[in-house]
């Protein structure tokens, strides 16, 4: 017999089996010509016995061997990343050492390869069965951010690195990365001076990257038939909006213009409590699309994704913070390769409003790496 303590992929049955067939612990031990002790070990999973003697177990017992042991998925204990329930399938990553759990979930989810589902869940907890080789998956970097072509980023990377996109707002991505929950947050709050503020305020020591500038505005529906003309027209109380999260960066943007548009802080705090509340650009988009609103703020590009009208107002800084123990991780260095390819820029600019050529690193303070 073998000892199995640190084998958590053999279950055994043998029990169940012994019992249904009306059999004592005592009396098969005997029968097989091994001691009652011996046989409550491998009954409890502390040993397995060899072929010779499952063999004889299994004839004694009228069945396979099958039938007494079967191996099981590995089991990882993780940390979700959002809503998940029993059978929910689950990209798997590991950030410092502990596992971390994606649900898939939606269309885009339907279109994903899981690497697990989960099979018992305890608040933000769950357990999850792995369905692959369990070495990818160290080999995988979560990204958070809210730009939707983080998820076209992450696609890129190939081979036996992977990464995966975590939508969450700028704010709530640089939290994530400080509790160790991503490898990388994504920003756009403006500018790259305040960008280097909050990585060194909510990161320090982080190192922040330019990927991109995206031109950001005003999304209304096709044909613009509300005659949205500009930041004023945001304080016409008859056009429904649609706001973003506190900490995300279309919220900054869109504080910034009712600003402009003559609100004041009661009059802002007022619009947003009456706004449809969505929680990426693409959602936002989504709802105009479906006549739920009137405007809302976002990128060209998810206007475009859903044939909308744009007003164009900002050209807005796209950048990633990595804290510095994730700088080599094989999945971040991977996502760095491809968004520094070629095919990688044209696919970008076909989305529409982006600039991938306006990439630069910022200042030194940071200890930013070389250039894209």
Not at 17 to 40: C, F, M, N
Not at 309 to 323: C, G, I, K, M, S
């Amino acid at each position: 017999m073998t000892d199995t303590r640190h084998d958590a992929l053999l279950s055994c049955h043998l029990r169940e089996k012994r019992e249904g067939a009306g059999q004592t612990l005592s009396g098969l031990a005997q029968r097989v010509g091994i001691s009652r002790q011996a046989l409550s070990r491998i009954e409890s999973g502390a040993a397995v016995p060899g072929t010779q003697l499952a063999l004889l177990l299994a004839r004694e017992l009228g069945c396979l061997v099958e039938d007494l042991f079967s191996l099981r998925a590995p089991r990882l204990h993780t940390l979700t990343l959002g809503p998940a329930r029993v059978g929910t399938r689950v990209r798997l990553a590991a950030v410092d050492d502990r596992w971390l759990a994606l649900p898939l979930t939606g269309e885009t989810g339907l279109r994903r390869a899981a690497d697990g589902t989960v099979t018992a869940l305890a608040g933000d907890r769950a357990e999850v069965d792995v369905l692959g080789a369990r070495a990818a998956l160290a080999r995988t970097a979560l990204i958070a951010g809210c730009d939707p072509a983080l998820d076209l980023l992450c696609e890129r990377v190939s081979g036996p690195e992977r990464a995966a996109w975590v939508p969450r707002a700028s704010l709530d991505a640089l939290w994530a990365a400080a509790r160790g929950e991503v490898h990388a947050a994504g920003l756009h709050l403006g500018s790259a001076e305040q960008h280097r503020e909050v990585v060194a305020r909510e990161l320090p020591g982080a190192r922040l990257l330019r990927l991109w500038q995206a031109e950001q505005g005003l999304i209304v529906a096709a044909g613009n038939p509300r005659a949205v003309g500009g930041v004023a027209d945001l304080a016409r109380p008859e056009l429904r909006l649609v706001t973003r999260a506190p900490g995300a960066g279309g919220r900054v943007l869109l504080d910034t213009w009712l600003t402009q548009a003559g609100l004041g802080a009661a009059a802002r705090e007022a619009r947003h409590a009456g706004a449809l509340l969505a929680a990426t650009p693409l959602e936002a988009a989504a709802a105009l699309g479906h006549g739920h609103a009137d405007v809302a703020p976002g990128p060209r590009s998810a206007a475009r994704a859903y044939g909308l009208h744009f007003l164009p107002l900002h050209a807005e800084a796209f950048d990633l913070a990595v804290p510095e123990r994730h700088l080599g991780h094989p999945g971040v260095q991977a996502l760095l390769n491809a968004a520094r390819s070629l095919s990688f820029q044209e696919d970008l600019r076909s989305l529409g409003g982006y600039d991938p050529a306006g990439a630069e690193h910022l200042d030194p303070p940071l200890n930013v790496l070389e250039d894209l």
